[in-house]
């Protein structure tokens, strides 16, 4: 009785350490997912990289991450969510050096891609760590903790982006990461308890080899298909967005085959649980996605420096913040759908105030539609979190998590890429459009590809003088209706995930949780 008293009380003063240790390595990690946007022209310019390259920087790192998440979260159930945690956030130390050095763009891609491996580890254990250490009302107050610092990490990336570039260099916004992981594996091994699914299965790994093709076949052809010498149309992409479709239903035809799957199948029965799935994608695909494409317009064509674009997207983080405290309390009294259902309605609103980009816009034309879309993703992202583990009981909390987070950053490498070529598209047709019968019209091609890497002024100024105004004229338009067709497109996603949000989220659907010292369920 009283070694059984002692290791209880020992858990409950550890618990806000480990809503400590998993926020601040789930910051450190959402963050990379943005941080990187406003550094890719001092990145294009030291290591030569093109248009291509850059995407890869961000989606090498999205797509690492949403291909493991799954295996992650099994092997945590399996081996030890803590010990998962703690190997995670060693492998993202390192993967986090590696960029920092890094002299050539393939390295560079490549120590991303070793950065998702960890941060994986991390994301699929963060919210099976507080599942298992928090019950009740306080469970409720840690998602909240925990929605309020995904919303604010990625939305906070430009701004902290553009300081550590302007003020330092590009390799800083990976060196920074090396003393918050140092904090977060001594706070993970000073106070953190273990847990672990006592009926976990082996590894899925034919699973996990499908899905990891399936995403990478999808996330390469998207990216292909911006590339003007290729289009939607030609052999090579049409060839990875086949093998993608294909390789996801060997996926799904071996899940339901195995006997301990990765992704339980079985978990789709549940409205909330697609509901979650749907608003993780959703979230992810539009706004966070839409992000990048945002930072180069300010940075770019309208020419403020990298840490001065970071800090006009402050009204964004700064909503975001505000809402997410909000939304957090209210997670305890508010049904979940009403706060996801309304945030994206709010998303959406905020998406379509940002419509009417043209030549002639000032940044004051995005202060409306950052504000309210911070508002949205403050309002979705604590409740968002319940619905990942709060329709399962505990001991399957891992997988959950993991299908949850998988969703998320699938959205993010699908989102940048699939916005990207139709963007990429875009610019193209118009720059082509605009300078066609004109002496100009041999420039469509270099420009285009200068203006979608991030380098419209160096282009512009490749061209004789006499052409530079009509050369620039033309790109600024294109760049502006491009950017402009995109938002609208992440608006609908919005729109889209906020019904499905109304409709699939049930209150019923939450497991409910018993005992003397137990609120009510989370969500």
Sequence with gaps: ????????????????????????????????????????????QQLHADLSGLQWVIDAYALSLAALL??????????GRRRLFLIGTVLFTIGSAACGAAQTITVLQLSRAFQG????????????????????????????AFGATTGVAVAVGPVLGGLLTSGLSWRWIFFVNIPICVVALAITVAKVQESRDPK???PDWFGF?????????????????????????????????????????????????????????????????????????GVSSSVFSLLTYLVIYVQDVLGYSAVATGLRFLFLSAASFVAAAIAGRLTERVATKLLIGPGFVLLSAGLFLLLGIDADSTWKHLIPGLIVC???????????????????????????SGVNSTFRQVG???????????????????????????????YAGKVAEGVTGGQLKTVVAQV???????????????????????ILIAAVIALVAAISSFVLIRQQDFVAESGPDQGPAAG
């Design 1 to 44: 009785m009283s070694h059984l008293a002692t290791t209880e009380d020992r858990a409950q003063g550890t618990e806000w350490w480990t809503l400590a240790a998993v926020c601040t390595g789930v910051f450190m990690l959402l963050l990379d997912v943005t941080i990187v946007n406003v550094a890719l022209p001092d990145i294009q």
């Design 70 to 79: 799954l295996t992650a979260g099994s092997l945590a159930d399996l081996y």
């Design 117 to 144: 491996i960890g941060g994986a580890a991390m994301f699929a254990t963060a919210l099976a760590l507080l599942a298992s250490a928090y019950r009740g009302r306080e469970r409720g107050i840690a998602f909240g």
């Design 412 to 442: 993010i490498a699908t989102g940048i890429a699939a916005l990207g070529s139709i963007f990429a598209t875009r610019i193209s047709d118009g720059i082509s459009e605009r300078l066609a019968g004109s002496q100009t019209a041999p």
């Design 374 to 400: 911070g508002v949205g993703v403050g309002m979705i992202n604590p409740p968002l979190a319940s619905t990942a583990v709060g329709v399962v009981s505990p001991d399957r909390s891992g997988m959950a």
């Design 464 to 486: 004789p003088a006499a052409a530079r105004q009509k050369v620039s004229a033309a790109a600024v338009d294109s760049f502006t209706s491009a950017l402009d067709h995109i």
């Design 200 to 202: 976990a299965g082996r």
């Design 209 to 281: 080899v499908s899905f990891s093709l399936a995403l990478g076949a999808l996330v390469y052809g998207l990216i292909e298909a911006g590339r003007p010498a290729l289009g939607w149309g030609s052999t090579r992409v049409i060839a990875c967005l086949v093998a993608a479709v294909v390789l996801l239903a060997v996926f799904v035809i071996g899940e339901l085959r195995q006997q301990h799957p990765m992704f339980d199948l079985a978990l789709l029965r549940k409205p909330t649980f697609c509901g979650g799935l749907i608003a993780a994608f």
